[in-house]
């Protein structure tokens, strides 16, 4: 890596490719759009232009059409999960982003495809298809938020809705080449959603700009714009054990040249440590989910009209990756006791990053900085294994090293792009801080943005 050692208004509206005409026009252009691409599986569902009321004439989103992940439920058009046993599933309701964006003037164009119940990070669906990277078909899209970063890649919403439990926003959006947000769990709504893990489980923004998830974050929570202090240098640390490991080598040349850049323009990069980060989220990460979607999932079946079952709807499953996750989640049950063991350790995960963001004087970081996923897109189809340059690794394990350990803290974080390799793939830059420090993060990604453009 070329990483040298390190030295120790946000509310305007920039969705220049959503504007011009009426919102009908806009909504049926975008439709249009979303077929013209259908090759690359990114949507379940497309609105009929003709049969869609426009949203509201006033409000910041006013015509703006957005694509929504295809397990936010959305009180006009079906949430299917992408898995066979919720196909017709008609829940009647608008998760709280996709009802707030409605009231802020948004159209929803349609629902996005996904890796099967939000249970993966490929978004190879076997029940409706593989979600294909725009910028090479025979390249995972990532996921599961797949269909959403491909709908922004590609031009046919600027924003999008998707969910991320274990990266599954920031994974697509570094895939794809565009911006990425998983807010603090909690802050964006944390029901009316097929899930996985209410303790992990949180609704986010895909989009071209980090001017744009500002704006959408606003939007949904009512929170005016932060600021990072600009009498002082942007602060972040530089976590290298862990978060820079066993990195392909073009990730690892695009991120050290991101970081030298930034550290040219002045930005103080402090190298710090998540001690024991991974290891924790090893111990607790999965076993919540295990515990949680056994939990959850009925209850929301349960909330549907003429729902399935969960054995009903496992039964069906399609993808065998997900097949399996759930089967052994039911015939190997994490136990109460268990399952609060590990929210302890989640807290310990907590205190891990809130010592990392620390500095000696007793400040703060500004957020934490690091690659988004240690290699590009896999090829479609490498399920299991792929090749990371001429070692072969697990997919899942892999591709997630970085974005689990604050998914399982609940902590904000952001992804946008820094550079592709020579083949054209695109390279993210994340950037993560603690619970409840979302405006903070966002203003330091405009600055980032700003400085890597």
């Known amino acids: 890596m070329s ?5 120790t208004r946000l509310d305007r509206l920039d969705l220049s490719r959503s504007r011009g005409g009426s919102a009908a026009e806009r909504l049926s252009a975008a439709a249009d759009r979303a077929h013209a691409v259908g090759h690359l599986g990114a949507f379940i569902t497309v609105v009929d232009p003709d049969a869609t009321h426009p949203g509201h004439p006033e409000g910041a989103l006013a015509g703006v059409p957005v694509a929504v992940k295809d397990n936010l439920d ?8 992408g898995t066979p046993a919720l196909h017709e599933s008609r829940p009647g309701r608008d998760h709280h982003a996709v009802a707030m964006l409605r009231e802020a003037g948004a159209t929803v164009v349609g629902k996005t495809n996904l890796h099967e119940l939000a249970f993966g990070i490929t978004s190879n669906n076997a029940a409706y298809g593989p979600v294909r990277n725009p910028h090479d078909p025979d390249r995972v899209a990532g996921g599961s938020s797949g269909g959403s970063a491909v709908a922004v890649a590609v031009g046919v919403t600027a924003v999008a809705l998707g969910t991320d439990t274990g990266g599954s926003m920031r994974v697509p959006a570094s895939f794809c080449g565009v911006v990425g947000f998983r807010p603090t769990t909690g802050r964006w709504g944390s029901d009316r959603v097929v ?13 071209t700009t980090v001017a744009d998830v500002v704006l959408l ?16 240098a942007l602060r972040l640390g530089v976590p290298l054990p862990g978060f820079f490991d066993g ?12 970081l030298d850049r930034l550290a040219d323009a002045g930005v103080e990069l402090v190298e710090v440590d998540v001690a024991s980060g991974h290891e924790l989220d090893a111990r607790c990460g999965f076993p919540i989910v295990f515990h949680e979607v056994v939990r959850d999932l009925p209850r929301y079946l349960a909330s549907l009209p003429a729902g399935p079952t969960l054995d009903e709807l496992v039964a069906q499953v399609a993808s065998p ?22 929210l302890r350790l989640r807290e310990q995960l907590r205190e891990a990053y809130a010592r990392a963001l620390t500095l000696p004087d007793g400040g703060r970081l500004d957020a934490l900085v690091y690659p988004t996923v240690p290699l590009p897109a896999p090829p479609v189809g490498d399920d299991l294994t792929t090749d990371l340059a001429g070692r072969e ?7 997630v090293q970085n974005t689990a350990p604050g998914s399982t803290a609940g902590m ?16 993210g830059l994340s950037l993560e801080s603690l619970p409840g420090a979302d405006g903070t993060l966002l203003a330091a990604a405009r600055r980032v943005e700003q400085l890597l453009s």
Do not use: I, K, N
């Not at 990483?3 to 030295?7: E, G, I, Q």
């Not at 899930?195 to 989009?207: E, I, M, Q, V």
């Open 3 to 7: 990483y040298r050692a390190p030295v």
């Open 74 to 81: 959305t009180a006009d058009l079906p949430t299917t999960g």
């Open 195 to 207: 899930p996985l893990s209410t303790t992990r489980d949180t609704a986010g923004a895909l989009a």
């Open 217 to 232: 974050d606003q939007v949904v929570t009512g929170d005016g714009p932060a600021t990072v202090p600009t009498a002082r």
């Open 247 to 258: 990195l392909h080598p073009e990730v690892s040349d695009r991120v050290g040249e991101a």
């Open 321 to 342: 990756d997900v097949r399996g996750a759930l089967e052994h989640a039911l015939a190997a049950p994490v136990s109460e006791e268990t399952h609060a063991e590990c």
């Open 393 to 399: 690794v697990p997919v899942f394990a892999t591709v």
């Open 412 to 427: 904000p974080a952001l992804t946008l792009p820094c550079g592709t390799t020579a083949a054209g793939l695109p390279v």
